[in-house]
Nanobody, 113 residues
Framework: VQLQASGGGLVQPGGSLKLSCTASGSIYGKTMAWYRQAPGKQRELVAT???????NYADSVKGRFTISRDNAQNTVYLQMNSLKPEDTAVYYC?????????WGQGTLVTVSS
């Protein structure tokens, strides 16, 4: 499975962006997640959506970010609102299942005035 992330860009503080990650194969049964890596920092888990639709979020993005999935379209989304400069990072899509672990190429999000 190949993952293609898109939707990153430059946005002002307080703005919004929506990231998309489309898989070349089925995401059904897989746990889908978004990670991010800021310059000079370790990659961190941002949000997870399980196959049944339940979600988890990092404390730093709770109430601002929403992860969702469309199994029919093999796509996972990350709606990011009220963006802050500290959200600046490369965002990576991940698909995980037993003995499977796939990563996308990353999309850069820059929050700056």
């Amino acid at each position: 499975v190949q993952l293609q992330a898109s939707g990153g860009g430059l946005v002002q503080p307080g703005g919004s962006l929506k990231l998309s990650c489309t898989a070349s194969g089925s995401i059904y049964g897989k746990t889908m997640a978004w990670y991010r890596q800021a310059p000079g920092k370790q990659r961190e888990l941002v949000a997870t959506v399980f196959n049944a639709g339940s979600t988890n979020y990092a404390d730093s993005v709770k109430g601002r970010f929403t992860i969702s999935r469309d199994n029919a379209q093999n796509t996972v989304y990350l709606q990011m609102n009220s963006l802050k400069p500290e959200d600046t990072a490369v965002y990576y899509c991940n698909a995980y299942a037993y003995l499977e672990d796939y990563w996308g190429q990353g999309t850069l999000v820059t929050v700056s005035s």
